[in-house]
Each structure stands twice: as structure tokens, then as C-alpha cells.
T-cell receptor
């Protein structure tokens, strides 16, 4: 059975304090791993897709990495506007839908 | 710009009434639409998959008679919550197949 576990559940950072969010996954054949940002009352906003172990992608202060068992979302020098819930999801080979983790709620304090 | 438009964003209804949520694909044809539900502080869970011109497929534990899905055209999929009860209060989100990057804005349903 597919499983996606995100940690920590919640994270408070001072502005400028870099950190990483973890997404551990178990899936029978990974087609893709997705990272999203979700603001309260909104739908998920796409950040990255990673397809194979060793792949890395960057966007502004965010960098996503992937291994065969987990993915990290690194946040460098975060700003208060980075406060949101970050969701990780996997897409299994042969399937089209996504299987989501419960997210990490990030709060960046000025 | 937005690829999918979902309405309404918020709805409050009385127990026993029905609510329709619309998801429109913009500038492309969506043959398949995924409908997810999200409870507070929980992950998005796939409820059902709607297919244009055919019956929707439902995930285990999701009542197809309560959550009616219609995908009558390539640009519109609807989810109707029938005879809504307070336990149906949740956040409902759609996403077209092939555009994992895009989700609807979500609909916050509150049943009182």
C-alpha cells in the first residue's frame, strides 16, 4: 500500500533561518513525486515534480531533492511569505491520481 | 493563468439539502477529472475519478449515491453532495488529468 509520511507536522522558523522538510514514501513503482504549497482555504499550488533518485530542482528559496526512499524540501533564508502548508504527493507507475502526505505547516516569524 | 476554475469557493447549507460544485477546465479539454476531499489538518484523499461521457469511478468507502459526479462535457465536471450532513463538511478540490500541476481553488462546504 502506498504511504507518504511528512515531517515535521509543524515548523516555526525565524526569518532567515534555513531548514528542511522531509517526505518519506513507500510506493510500488514511483512515476513522480510532487511538492505543493497550500495556503489556508486554497487549492494546492504546484512547486516541483521529481522523477528519479538524485534529481534536484530549485525555485527561488526552495530546493527539492529525491532519493529512493524520501524527498527533502530545503528552504533557504525563508521569509514570512513562505508561511504555508507544504504537501508532498506521489504518483504510482500506472496510476494517474496522486497520493498525498498530511503536510508540514510552516510558519516563518519576522 | 488558471487552468481550472472551481465554484463556489465557499458554501453553507442546511442538513438534508444538496450542493453542486463545478469544476471547469479552461483552454483545454479534460477527459478525466479527479475529485479530492480534505479534512482539517489531514491530507487530500481521492474520492472519485470522473470520465467524460461515462460513469465515474469511486474510491473504496465513498458513497456514489451521496456524491454524484457528472462529466457531461470536456470542460465541465460537477460534484453534487446529496442530502448533506454535518459530517460531509470538508474542503473539496478538483484536478484535471494530465495537469498534476493544477488544482481548482477548492470549495469549503459547511453543513449546518
Amino acid at each position: 500500500e502506498d504511504q507518504v509520511t511528512q515531517s515535521p507536522e509543524a515548523l516555526r522558523l525565524q526569518e532567515g533561518e534555513s531548514s528542511s522538510l522531509n517526505c518519506s514514501y513507500t510506493v510500488s513503482g514511483l512515476r513522480g513525486l510532487f511538492w505543493y504549497r497550500q495556503d489556508p482555504g486554497k487549492g494546492p499550488e504546484f512547486l516541483f515534480t521529481l522523477y528519479s533518485a538524485g534529481e534536484e530542482k530549485e525555485k527561488e528559496r526552495l530546493k527539492a531533492t529525491l532519493t529512493k526512499k524520501e524527498s527533502f524540501l530545503h528552504i533557504t533564508a525563508p521569509k514570512p511569505e513562505d508561511s504555508a502548508t507544504y504537501l508532498c504527493a506521489v504518483q504510482r507507475t500506472g496510476a494517474n491520481n496522486l497520493f498525498f502526505g498530511t503536510g508540514t505547516r510552516l510558519t516563518v516569524i519576522p | 493563468g488558471a487552468v481550472v476554475s472551481q465554484h463556489p469557493s465557499r458554501v453553507i447549507c442546511k442538513s438534508g439539502t444538496s450542493v453542486k460544485i463545478e469544476c471547469r477546465s479552461l483552454d483545454f479539454q479534460a477527459t478525466t477529472m479527479f475529485w479530492y476531499r480534505q479534512f482539517p489538518k489531514k491530507s487530500l484523499m481521492l474520492m472519485a475519478t470522473s470520465n467524460e461521457g461515462s460513469k465515474a469511478t469511486y474510491e473504496q468507502g465513498v458513497e456514489k449515491d451521496k456524491f454524484l459526479i457528472n462529466h457531461a462535457s470536456l470542460t465541465l465536471s460537477t460534484l453534487t453532495v446529496t442530502s448533506a450532513h454535518p459530517e460531509d463538511s470538508s474542503f473539496y478540490i478538483c484536478s484535471p488529468l494530465g495537469t498534476e500541476a493544477f488544482f481548482g481553488q477548492g470549495t469549503r462546504l459547511t453543513v449546518v
